[in-house]
């Protein structure tokens, strides 16, 4: 998936469990579409261009995920999300 492909907004549920874990800082394990799994603390929500970004800390390093190329999230708290499109 090129990151210049048509941004796809995600259900908003699974919005709202990413903008809890990222109120309480949660540590996720991320599946991304591409196949990369990313274990990253939440830190917010934003927006961009229309496109909208999880931004998270990992491994000391801030990183912007697009929400669309996020597959899963999971943490003991709220289980595992399966992300699916609106």
């Known amino acids: 998936m090129s990151m210049n492909d048509e941004y796809q907004p995600i259900n ?28 990253a603390k939440a830190k917010d929500l934003l927006m961009r261009k229309k496109v909208e970004y999880l931004v998270v800390e990992a491994s000391g390093e801030q ?22 499109a609106e």
Do not use: W
């Not at 699974?14 to 991304?32: F, G, P, R, S």
């Open 12 to 39: 908003c549920d699974d919005y709202d469990n990413l903008e809890l874990a990222c109120q309480h800082h949660l540590v996720l394990t991320l599946k991304l579409r591409s196949g990369e799994v990313v274990e």
């Open 63 to 84: 990183r912007d995920l697009r929400l669309d190329h996020i597959e899963s999230f999971s943490h003991p708290e709220i289980g595992t999300v399966v992300v699916s």
